[in-house]
């Protein structure tokens, strides 16, 4: 998929121009309206400020949690607003609606490189929607499209996908274009070999993504909740593990399709169990025959780790999505930072490595190894829509290059 960047729009194109410019500011945040994580806002940094230089009205448009169509205070975009502000390092104009008339005054006031934050587009339930008449009122305001939002790009909403029905040109921002970047090139030119480590809880969650990369990979190392599913397909038992009966057949299938193809699909050869989901349980590591009847496996033990870390070695590219355990447990968190140290490793020697968004991306900026990865996916859903070969369609609505 080759599409129009903003690297392709010069100041001549832009200068005086109003650009709508789809973000992804769905950023954590605390009760007091504290952002805990501003990733998501730096990462749009360099469109914004690549428009901002360029002499372009910059119109931002995001949503922010899952409001239903309904307006809720608590999910106003001003902390946002505010945050932005200090990284940009000019004011950022706040609007309280992200559409009529009050909006369209505000935007008419715009300077050349002032920038506007549109209020929570998912305050409209047409937003959701995708809905034809409300994507028009959103690009009345606009001359042409940015679509910088990765970490919603597998979303075809009004602002992601309809906007560009009526915005012309509607290219990509320079983070959606790094994110297509690293994520595509690792499944369809990686330099090998290429490894994905697929973790998180439950095989359900990730069966598209694992056929996927049984397809792409040379190996596939598979940790977290899911292991125990494929144990007990293999005849083991597996205690009060989480078990998804129901994948037990596809568990088989995925081995079988594995040996197939000549993947090495890697399970973990120990775990630690514990008695009790809870973070003070007690922990036990016992290879993968002797999980004992009242235990449940919350991650994997250090053999495991050893095994894991051997078969990365000689890897030219690395993907990993998923925690191996239960890592918001300090006890069972040694599974988890142990691969995110191997990563980072690995890395130094000129190995690619990718994190995909969600608790891994999460676990790795716990162990403060987020710099030394090759590229840290914004997107969870995204991005592991992308790895599984989705077409994710607010990339596939912008113009072709
Ligand atoms: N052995 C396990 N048993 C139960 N839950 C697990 C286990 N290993 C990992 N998890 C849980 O999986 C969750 C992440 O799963 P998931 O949402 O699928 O991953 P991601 O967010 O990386 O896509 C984490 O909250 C973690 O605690
Ligand atoms: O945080 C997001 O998704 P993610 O947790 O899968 O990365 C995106 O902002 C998309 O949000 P949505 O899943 O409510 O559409």
Not at 154 to 167: C, D, I, Q, W, Y
Not at 215 to 238: H, N, P, Q, W
Not at 357 to 363: I, L
């Amino acid at each position: 998929m080759s599409k129009k960047s903003l690297a392709n729009l010069s100041a001549a194109d832009v200068s005086g121009k109003r650009a709508l410019v789809r973000v992804d500011f769905n950023v954590p945040m605390d009760d007091q309206g504290n952002i805990t994580d501003d990733t998501r806002i730096r990462a749009a940094l360099p469109t914004m400020k690549d428009l901002t230089q360029k002499g372009a009205k910059v119109i931002l448009a995001s949503h922010f949690g899952r409001p239903k169509g309904e307006v809720k205070d608590k999910l106003r975009l001003t902390p946002v607003a505010k945050r932005l502000s200090e990284l940009l390092g000019q004011e950022v104009v706040k609007t309280d609606d992200c559409i009529g008339d009050d909006v369209a005054a505000k935007v008419a006031a715009l300077q050349n490189g002032q920038v506007l934050l549109l209020e929570n587009v998912r305050f409209y339930a047409e937003e959701e929607k995708n809905d034809p008449e409300f994507a028009k009122k959103l690009a009345a305001n606009a001359d042409f499209y940015v679509n910088d939002a990765f970490g919603t790009a597998h979303r075809a909403h009004a602002s992601t996908e309809g906007v560009t029905k009526f915005l012309k040109p509607s290219v990509a921002g320079y983070l959606v274009e790094k994110e297509l970047q690293y994520l595509q090139s690792a499944i369809e030119a990686p330099k090998r070999p290429l490894a994905a480590i697929i973790g998180g809880s439950k095989v359900s969650s990730k069966i598209g993504v694992i056929e996927t990369l049984l397809e792409k990979c040379d190996k596939l190392i598979i940790g977290g909740g899911m292991i125990f599913t494929f144990y007990k397909a293999r005849g083991l038992s597996v205690g009060k593990s989480l078990v998804e009966e129901d994948k037990l057949e596809l568990a088989k299938a995925l081995e079988a399709k594995a040996k197939e193809r000549g993947v090495a699909l890697l399970l973990p050869t120990d775990i630690v169990s514990a008695d009790k989901f809870a973070p003070d349980a007690n922990a036990t590591t016992v290879s993968i025959e002797n999980i004992p009847a009242d235990g449940m496996g919350l991650d994997i033990g250090p053999d495991s780790v050893k095994v894991f870390q051997a078969a990365l070695a000689d890897c030219k590219t690395v993907i990993w999505n998923g925690p191996m355990g239960v890592f918001e447990f300090d006890k069972f968190a040694a599974g988890t930072e142990a691969i995110a140290h191997t990563l980072a490793e690995i890395g130094k020697t000129g190995t690619t490595t990718i994190i995909g968004g969600g608790d891994s991306v999460a676990a790795v900026e716990k162990v403060g190894l987020a710099d030394q990865m090759s590229h840290i996916s914004t997107g969870g859903g995204a991005s592991l829509e992308l790895l599984e070969g989705k077409v994710l369609p607010g990339i596939a609505a912008l113009d072709e290059a």
